[in-house]
């Protein structure tokens, strides 16, 4: 299973581990922009020294709650850190984005990877993301970053998501997305609830029948410290199990804080699948 990202060839048959980069303002101690690049593409680089095959790079915040910021914030944010992360480093550069001018701008950088958490929703998002001839993960999301933790509802969270993600495999596929480019994310803690994020994560196994390679981001997650009373920078062991959980049930590629710790976790994945 082997896909081409913007000229690195990865087997996702195995399982990678995705350094998450983001580039808001609040993620930089330092302020000017200047700096931010700089400590941006090194925070990069030790991730990649510690074993990560992508890094995801974020301008606009993601988190419930979260506004959205315009197309010229975003490019801004995001531009510079990722061509010089795609100069420097041996990594694949993914992109946190779901508007249509980004999408397009970041191709032209060396970005490998379109990361959409809206799944293609926004006009114009899946002909931008076709004609960058980039892979695309589609996320499942019940509705929008501001609102979508207020009361999520489902009759059967698995069968949604499936669904879902069903309808926007054929809307990307309809604009030209290659089908063997195409990643699918059951989107955990993007409008569900703790109960329904543990029953996607419980029957993971069943989003293979799509057919198509999952990304898997929990790392960090409230529903983490849900229910082990830990706070955010405290979840490093509960995301270690939920990473080797969803590593164990088939996940090709993991999208973490902890890039050290989560390589150590998917090589002993490794070593008892082949062990079979
Ligand atoms: C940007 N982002 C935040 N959480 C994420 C998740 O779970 N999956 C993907 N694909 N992107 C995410």
Redesign the pocket.
């Known amino acids: 299973m082997e896909v081409n990202f913007a000229g690195r060839v990865l087997d996702l048959s195995v399982c990678h581990v995705m350094g998450i980069l983001n580039v808001t303002p609040d993620s930089f101690s330092d302020g000017g922009r200047f700096n931010s690049v700089d400590s941006a593409v090194r925070r990069a680089q030790q991730m990649v020294s510690d074993g990560a095959a992508f890094i995801?790079v974020?301008g606009e915040s993601?988190r419930p709650g979260a506004s959205p910021v315009s197309t010229q914030e975003e490019l801004d944010r995001v531009c510079p850190v990722i061509e010089s992360i795609a100069r420097e480093l041996a990594v694949v550069v993914s992109v946190?984005t779901s508007n249509p001018v980004v999408m397009a701008e970041v191709a032209k950088l060396g970005a490998g990877l379109i990361?959409d958490?809206r799944a293609l929703q926004r006009d114009g998002a899946p002909e931008a993301a076709a004609k960058t001839g980039l892979p695309v993960?589609l996320?499942h999301i019940q509705g929008e970053p501001d609102s979508m933790q207020d009361n999520p509802r489902y009759r059967n969270v698995r069968r949604e998501v499936g669904s879902f993600l069903t309808e926007r495999l054929r809307v990307a596929e309809s604009a030209g997305v290659p089908p063997d480019s195409i990643i699918l994310?059951p989107?955990?803690?993007?409008g569900k609830s703790v109960e329904h994020n543990f029953q996607l994560l419980a029957t993971l196994e069943q989003l293979h029948l799509l057919g198509h390679p999952l990304?898997?981001?929990v790392s960090r997650k409230s529903m983490l410290g849900a229910v082990t009373g830990r706070e955010i920078n405290e979840r490093l062991p509960a995301s270690l199990a939920a990473a080797t959980i969803s590593a164990m049930k088939g996940a090709s590629i993991l999208?973490v804080h902890d890039v050290r710790e989560t390589v150590d976790a998917v090589k002993i994945v490794t070593a008892v699948k082949e062990a079979v």
Not at 187 to 190: C, H, P, S
């Open positions: 995801d974020g993601t946190d990361n958490v993960c996320m994310d989107g955990f803690g993007f990304l898997i981001g999208r």
